[in-house]
C-alpha cells in the first residue's frame, strides 16, 4: 500500500535559519511527489512536484528513491513561510487519487 | 476564469437536518474529490469521482453521498446531520493523468449543533 509519513506536526525555526521538511513514502512503484502549501486563510496549493525539478518560493526537493524520501528544502526561512505543509505522492501508472501526509505546520519565528 | 467554487462557505445547521454541499468548476477537469479536514490538520478523502456517473468512496468512512451527474458539478449531500460531522469539506478537482496537479476550492467550514 501507498503511505507517505511526514514525522514532523510542527516545526519552529527562526527567520533566516534553514528548513527542512520531512517526507518518506512507501511504494514499490515509479511514484510522482508533490508538496502542497496551505496558507492562513487561503487554499490548499500545489507547491512544487519532483518531476518539475524547480525551485518556488526558494523551496525544492529532491527525490531519493534510495532512502524513499522527498523532503522539502529552503536555505533561508522567511516570516510568510509560515504555512502547513503537505506531502503527497501519486502512481505513474495507477488511476488512483493522491495520498496525502498527515502535514507539518511550519512557524517561522521573527 | 477557470476556478472550482464551494457554496455555502459557511453553514450552521441543527442535527438530523439533510444538507447538500455544492461544488462546481471551470477547470474542465475529469476528476474530482471531496476531503474532510479539520482546520490545519490533516486531509480525509471522503469521496472521488473520475468522470460523469462515477462515484467511488474514499479513505475515510463517511456517512455522506455524492453524486456526478454533470462533469462541473460534484455535490456532497449529508442526510441527516450530526455534531460529529462538523468539519471543513474541501473540493478538489484534477486532469485526466494521474500525475496532474490538484485544484482545490475555498472549503465549506460545517457546524452542526
Known amino acids: 500500500a501507498q503511505r507517505v509519513t511526514q514525522p514532523e506536526k510542527l516545526l519552529s525555526v527562526f527567520k533566516g535559519a534553514p528548513v527542512e521538511l520531512k517526507c518518506n513514502y512507501s511504494?514499490?512503484?515509479?511514484?510522482?511527489l508533490f508538496w502542497y502549501v496551505q496558507y492562513s486563510r487561503q487554499r490548499l496549493q500545489l507547491l512544487l512536484r519532483?518531476?518539475s525539478r524547480e525551485s518556488i518560493k526558494g523551496f525544492t526537493a529532491d527525490l531519493n528513491k534510495g532512502e524513499t524520501s522527498f523532503h522539502l528544502k529552503k536555505p533561508f526561512a522567511q516570516e510568510e513561510d509560515s504555512a502547513m505543509y503537505y506531502c503527497a505522492l501519486s502512481r505513474f501508472s495507477g488511476n488512483t487519487p493522491l495520498v496525502f501526509g498527515k502535514g507539518t505546520r511550519l512557524s517561522v519565528i521573527a | 476564469e477557470a476556478d472550482i467554487y464551494q457554496t455555502p462557505r459557511y453553514l450552521v445547521i441543527g442535527t438530523g437536518k439533510k444538507i447538500t454541499l455544492e461544488c462546481s468548476q471551470t477547470m474542465g477537469h475529469d476528476k474530482m474529490y471531496w476531503y474532510q479536514q479539520d482546520p490545519g490538520m490533516e486531509l480525509h478523502l471522503i469521496h472521488y469521482s473520475y468522470g460523469v456517473n462515477s462515484t467511488e468512496k474514499g479513505d475515510l468512512s463517511s456517512e455522506s453521498t455524492v453524486s456526478r451527474i454533470r462533469t462541473e458539478h460534484f455535490p456532497l449531500t449529508l442526510e441527516s446531520a450530526r455534531p460529529s460531522h462538523t468539519s471543513q469539506y474541501l473540493c478538489?478537482?484534477?486532469?485526466?493523468?494521474?500525475?496532474?496537479?490538484?485544484?482545490f476550492g475555498p472549503g465549506t467550514r460545517l457546524t452542526v449543533l
Open positions: 478538489a478537482s484534477s486532469g485526466r493523468t494521474s500525475t496532474d496537479t490538484q485544484y
Open positions: 511504494y514499490s512503484g515509479s511514484p510522482e
Open positions: 519532483h518531476i
